[in-house]
């Protein structure tokens, strides 16, 4: 019984372990801000967000977007809505609880540096694929961003570069971004069970980035439950309090959650792969 348990954790910790590869996360305030036809309406709650600040789009009074009609490839539906019904109850009853005790253990500078030394630590994420995308001179910034953080900032527990007006502000990069780069599509939409939206492209997108990251190398350097779960769970729990804000900014007055949910993600991938 205690092995099962023990296995089912350790599959918990490496589903997350996918889903903090595509976080796209960086040590930034910022606000989640909903569009629709009216305008943008800011949300009360602010968070740690990306750089451009999440946007969910906005159901009308009849449920639909009419501001965001781009077509979402879903042939998996009803089998998506059974695990997004599943996801939903997870993340209540275990996951937002488990984010909660993180930021009330946890003084916000504590949780800052834990941010910084893995943001700092998936460097390698975000130099490739600038280069896969050609975008040398972002490489290049990540390169030297790398450095100063490593050096000056202490393995990366502060992030001088962010001071250096050359070094800041660097957009982000993922696999998942650079297929859409080279023109590859979404494919069809999928909901992972505990990981939440996705797309065929994005969840390949996702093992590059997870094996473009060292926190995936020292894993299989050290190998054992034990080891796994020492260095991941901190950059699994880090993540958590971010990702059930968003889930709350997309879904808490929705009309219906999962489509709201769902054109959430394709606006914010879309918006992302244009940068």
Known sequence: MKKFIS????ILVVCFIFSGCATRQAAEIGEVKTTSRAGTISQSKSFKTTKDSLEVP???ELGSFSEHRTHVFDPLEPINRAIFAFNHEFYRFVIRPVADGYEFILP???REGID???ENLTFPVRFVNHGLQGRFDRAGKELGAFVVNSVAGIGGVWHPSEKIEFLKDIPKADTGQTFAKWGIGHGPYLVLPVLGPTTVRDFVGM????ALNPVSWATFAFGGEVWTLAITSPNTVRTLPKRMDEYDAATKHAIDRYTSARMTYIHFRNKHAKR
């Open 7 to 10: 296995n089912l954790i350790l």
């Open 58 to 60: 906005v159901e009308d």
């Open 108 to 110: 916000k500078i504590v």
């Open 116 to 118: 910084n030394v893995y």
């Open 207 to 210: 093992v590059g980035d997870y």
